[in-house]
């Protein structure tokens, strides 16, 4: 069952649909006659529901619904906090909750992506749960939803009765979750009919300086920490330099970002590396040496473990771009 409500992103709506349709088509490929197969019905809140892009999308009154497995929320083409706030107020949206929070109660599962995810965490449902959200609104997932576990390096989170996925494309990777459930090497197969790499994490998609526009403090620290990548890092000459105490800027940075100045501070360096890789002939010493790291070893081990992949792996992604 999918949730569609006025404004729906429209590669959203369509990549989760897509998915199970080839899904249904590929089955019998697999296993003639006995496949799995989806029943997809797409419902609304509202008779009339129309995509962000003006399309018109036949829905399912939800009064009509019957009881599905799963729920999906496709994101609202709402990209900016400027406009996902006044949308979340919507009493469309509202209604939505409510229909989220009624089917939660009769033991339906729930998975959202990408924007959708504000909509379930805005019910109160994801409270106590873990759960992720489109990278560049991090920010304010934290600040609005503090009882949700949120971890928005990764692509995907199942938690309990809940699953929520990245950013846009998140959707996809969503959908392809939904259906390994049903059958592994169905979903194998889909991905690859759809040319869809394994991407657990949205690490290396994130701009760090996009996230640290969210707050003041935090962009003053972003640009005070790139002007001194190739130095060790020192929180004490970083809260001396913004004129505040460390203990603020601790709990400061990761009240926003949900990780240490320290964590960050790292993540301006692994940015920093990357761009050299692909932009640069420089050796992997040298790169070091520019972001401040003693050897290549270390900035290998560290470009593995942030965003799993090798220095090789990174340079023939910019070729191959």
Same mark, same amino acid.
């Given at each position: 069952?999918?949730?569609?409500?006025?404004?729906?992103?429209?590669?959203?709506?369509?990549?989760?649909?897509?998915?199970?349709?080839?899904?249904?088509?590929?089955?019998?490929?697999?296993?003639?006659?006995?496949?799995?197969?989806?029943?997809?019905?797409?419902?609304?809140?509202?008779?009339?529901?129309?995509?962000?892009?003006?399309?018109?999308?036949?829905?399912?009154?939800?009064?009509?619904? #019957?009881?599905?497995?799963?729920?999906?929320?496709?994101?609202? +083409?709402?990209?900016?906090?400027? &406009?996902?706030? %006044? $949308? *979340? =107020?919507?009493?469309?949206?509202?209604?939505?909750?409510?229909?989220?929070?009624?089917?939660?109660?009769?033991?339906?599962?729930?998975?959202?992506?990408?924007?959708?995810?504000?909509?379930?965490?805005?019910?109160?449902?994801?409270?106590?749960?873990?759960?992720?959200?489109?990278?560049?609104?991090?920010?304010?997932?934290?600040?609005?939803?503090?009882?949700?576990?949120?971890?928005?390096?990764?692509?995907?989170?199942?938690?309990?009765?809940?699953? #929520?996925?990245?950013?846009?494309?998140?959707?996809?990777?969503? +959908?392809?979750?939904?259906?390994? &459930?049903?059958? %592994? $090497? *169905? =979903?194998?197969?889909?991905?690859?009919?759809?040319?869809?790499?394994?991407?657990?994490?949205?690490?290396?998609?994130?701009?760090?300086?996009?996230?640290?526009?969210?707050?003041?403090?935090?962009?003053?620290?972003?640009?005070?920490?790139?002007?001194?990548?190739?130095?060790?890092?020192?929180?004490?000459?970083?809260?001396?330099?913004?004129?505040?105490?460390?203990?603020?800027?601790?709990?400061?940075?990761?009240?926003?970002?949900?990780?240490?100045?320290?964590?960050?501070?790292?993540?301006?360096?692994?940015?920093? +590396?990357?761009?050299?890789?692909?932009?640069?002939?420089?050796?992997?010493?040298?790169?070091?040496?520019?972001?401040?790291?003693?050897?290549?070893?270390?900035?290998?081990?560290?470009?593995?473990?942030?965003?799993?992949?090798?220095?090789?792996?990174?340079?023939?992604?910019?070729?191959?771009?």
């Amino acid at each position: 069952m999918v949730l569609a409500l006025d404004g729906v992103f429209d590669t959203a709506l369509s990549a989760v649909l897509d998915a199970f349709t080839i899904a249904n088509e590929l089955a019998d490929m697999l296993e003639p006659g006995a496949g799995p197969r989806f029943e997809i019905e797409l419902i609304g809140v509202r008779r009339d529901v129309r995509t962000a892009l003006g399309m018109r999308v036949p829905v399912k009154p939800a009064s009509a619904m #019957t009881r599905p497995d799963w729920l999906i929320v496709p994101a609202p +083409a709402t990209k900016m906090p400027a &406009q996902l706030l %006044p $949308a *979340l =107020a919507r009493r469309d949206v509202i209604d939505a909750m409510q229909l989220l929070t009624q089917q939660h109660a009769d033991g339906v599962k729930i998975a959202a992506a990408c924007i959708g995810t504000f909509v379930l965490a805005e019910s109160g449902l994801l409270d106590g749960h873990e759960a992720t959200t489109s990278w560049w609104l991090a920010p304010l997932f934290r600040q609005r939803y503090p009882a949700v576990r949120l971890d928005s390096a990764r692509m995907l989170v199942p938690s309990g009765e809940f699953t #929520t996925a990245g950013a846009a494309m998140g959707h996809l990777d969503l +959908a392809l979750w939904l259906i390994n &459930q049903a059958s %592994p $090497a *169905l =979903a194998a197969t889909v991905a690859r009919y759809l040319i869809v790499d394994a991407r657990p994490s949205q690490a290396p998609y994130m701009i760090p300086d996009h996230l640290a526009r969210a707050d003041p403090m935090v962009e003053r620290f972003e640009r005070w920490a790139r002007a001194r990548l190739a130095q060790g890092f020192s929180l004490e000459a970083a809260a001396h330099a913004l004129a505040t105490s460390t203990r603020t800027l601790q709990r400061r940075i990761e009240a926003v970002l949900g990780k240490s100045p320290l964590s960050y501070f790292q993540d301006l360096r692994v940015e920093r +590396a990357v761009h050299l890789l692909r932009s640069s002939q420089l050796d992997i010493e040298a790169i070091a040496a520019e972001v401040g790291y003693a050897d290549g070893a270390t900035l290998r081990t560290l470009l593995r473990r942030r965003l799993g992949r090798g220095v090789k792996e990174i340079r023939a992604g910019a070729a191959e771009g």
